[in-house]
């Protein structure tokens, strides 16, 4: 008897067909985008390389995650801000018990969560930290120059993702169904421009770390 | 059939139930109804008043649980005394009469009451465009059945999820274009108390509710009555500090499921379905499906059959495999390994073919 109209009918939507969609696009544009980045890799190198590649590779990909004291000093709020709800959607993606769930029944992995209550409060201090930079960008000169409409896209779709499951978790939208519907939505929305847009960094960040330590390493520089 | 020319105060009183017990009951439906207790004593006075309504129950495509919920409780109970409160003019499980005569007596109560009578239906029924020998009744179809009691009813009461939303005969492939009574009711008032089966209690709240005020409870956008319905499992449910702690049982037999943990990660619908069941609980009140260590199926939702597993967390999607995302995954990363290599034949094309210009014959195309 349902339909798309009620709750349940979106909910189930949202779970099913839809997510079926998002996860394909997802995994296509994903699969897509990582085979054209690592098959093209590096222009050739031809000079005898002095140290490996590797070590160095993976000491970048670590160092880069923190910020360094220049960034820091020029650029404080960017720092703090971003490291703040960067680790506070990892923590909410990945350590929330229902993603867990989520990831388990997909793909058969897991790991141990962390309590409802404190991944409530890291995902509220998220969602503040990400209208700040929101704030931020539309006060700073030179940002709001850079900012493109990409730029507005993917923050409104994280926001977006954070915002629903804060709200679907304090049960603050009834009924419960819609809520949760609309979280997933909006999650299936960011999967789907993941691919397409600078989102890609959840992926790429790291391998563009690799190649820079690579080729400090390489060329025998500090990496 | 005389009966329903009493009032339910006299006939209560032929039938031996104290007036105490009749006061009990209306405390209790005051209670369930979420009524102020100043209210008892108007309740009290107008089911007195009250006429016996004549009910005609229809079971079509159901499995007499929801009948077995109203009636197998040991008596005498609240849910008694609401049966002796109606005048249950056709009930082909319950009733005496079978065949031709039961038929009878399901038209001369249309007849005799004809704009008054409530109508309640358990069971879901082949739509309009389903073959009707699916499911007929004395040989008749059950939307033939269904449309002509319709006509004369002053409400319609659909008892359990199938008669509601359409239940396990509409999950899919549906074979039997089954569909839910208010699919086909469009006029007439329509309460659904879904579940499957549902709270006993609630059948009976909603039949105190209509003979005491003559109109039907407030009603939620499905049709359910706010007083039962108005909040979720998870909400009222007695494990929810756990929940809220972080405290998971993960198998059925852990260390977890034995200390009473929250039933999330073992399935549990509770979040996402509205029922009484954590308040108001099974046989009696002495317990209910969580509390005997189930998780809560959300029976009382539409197509709680196709909802996925019963076993699967609430977040869990349904219908999906890694594989599939994996094999998708990998034909991207064919379409990116084509787009690759067309790009390094372009490049290494372009630079085979490459003529040196120099600066003389650039400034000639200026």
């Given at each position: 008897m349902t339909a798309l109209t009620d709750p349940m009918g979106f909910l189930l939507f949202t779970k099913g067909p839809l997510f079926n969609i998002a996860i394909a696009i997802f995994a296509l544009g994903l699969g897509a985008r990582l085979a054209e980045i690592l098959l093209l890799g590096r222009r050739p190198n031809f000079a005898e390389p002095r140290a490996g590649e590797w070590l160095p590779g993976l000491r970048t990909v670590f160092t880069r995650t923190l910020p360094d004291p220049g960034t820091f000093k020029r650029a404080p709020f960017n720092v703090v801000t971003g490291l703040i709800w960067h680790l506070g959607f990892l923590v909410a993606l990945l350590l929330f018990i229902p993603h867990i769930e989520l990831i388990k029944g997909l793909f058969g992995v897991s790991w141990p969560g962390l309590p409802n209550p404190f991944v409530d409060l890291v995902t509220a201090v998220t969602l503040v930290a990400l209208a700040a930079t929101l704030v931020h960008r539309l006060n700073h000169p030179v940002k709001q120059r850079l900012s493109t409409v990409e730029d507005y896209l993917v923050w409104a779709v994280t926001f977006l993702v954070v915002l629903t499951g804060y709200l679907a978790y304090n049960r603050l939208i009834n009924p419960y169904p819609l809520a949760l519907g609309l979280h997933i939505l909006s999650a299936e929305l960011f999967l789907i421009l993941l691919p397409f847009t600078k989102l890609t960094h959840i992926f790429t960040a790291f391998i563009a770390r690799w190649y820079n330590g690579a080729s400090f390493g390489r060329r025998g520089v500090q990496s | 059939m005389t009966a329903k020319k009493h009032s339910v105060g006299e006939h209560l009183r032929d039938q031996g139930v104290s007036r105490r017990t009749f006061l009990k009951f209306c405390t209790a439906s005051a209670s369930l109804l979420a009524?102020?207790?100043?209210?008892i004593p108007a309740l009290a006075a107008a089911l007195e008043q009250a006429q016996r309504p004549s009910v005609i129950w229809l079971s079509f495509q159901e499995c007499t649980g929801c009948t077995e919920s109203l009636t197998r409780s040991h008596a005498p109970t609240l849910e008694d005394l609401i049966l002796e409160m109606i005048s249950l003019d056709y009930h082909h499980t319950l009733q005496a009469a079978a065949g031709e005569a039961a038929e009878a007596a399901r038209e001369q109560a249309m007849k005799d009451n004809f704009g008054r009578y409530l109508l309640i239906v358990d069971g879901s029924l082949p739509g309009p465009d389903a073959n009707p020998g699916y499911s007929t009744i004395a040989g008749v179809s059950n939307y033939a059945m269904l449309m002509e009691a319709l006509k004369g009813a002053a409400a319609v009461i659909a008892v359990g999820t199938c008669a509601a939303f359409g239940g396990l005969p509409e999950a899919a492939p549906n074979p039997t274009g089954a569909v839910a009574v208010m699919d086909l009711i469009k006029d007439k008032p329509l309460v659904n108390v879904s579940g499957?089966?549902?709270?006993p209690m609630v059948i009976t709240g909603v039949l105190a509710h209509y003979l005491a005020f003559g109109r039907l409870p407030e009603l939620d956008e499905?049709?359910?009555p706010l007083a039962f319905f108005g909040q979720s499992i998870h909400d009222r449910c007695y494990r929810r500090p756990f929940y809220d702690k972080g405290l998971f049982a993960e198998t059925f037999d852990d260390e977890g499921a034995r200390a009473g943990w929250c039933l999330y990660r073992l399935g549990c619908k509770g979040p996402s379905t509205y029922n009484a069941c954590a308040t108001m609980r099974w046989n009696s009140g002495t317990s209910w499906p969580i509390e005997a260590g189930h998780p809560c199926l959300g029976c009382s939702e539409p197509r709680f059959w196709d909802a996925g597993s019963f076993y699967a967390p609430l977040s869990v999607p349904t219908g999906l495999s890694s594989t599939r995302i994996l094999t998708v995954g990998a034909a991207g990363a064919l379409i990116g390994g084509t787009v690759a290599t067309l790009a390094r034949r372009t490049v290494e094309t372009a630079a085979a073919s490459r003529q040196p210009v120099t600066a003389a014959e650039l400034e000639q195309t200026l």
């Open positions: - | 009524l102020s207790p100043g209210l499957c089966p549902p709270v499905y049709h359910r």
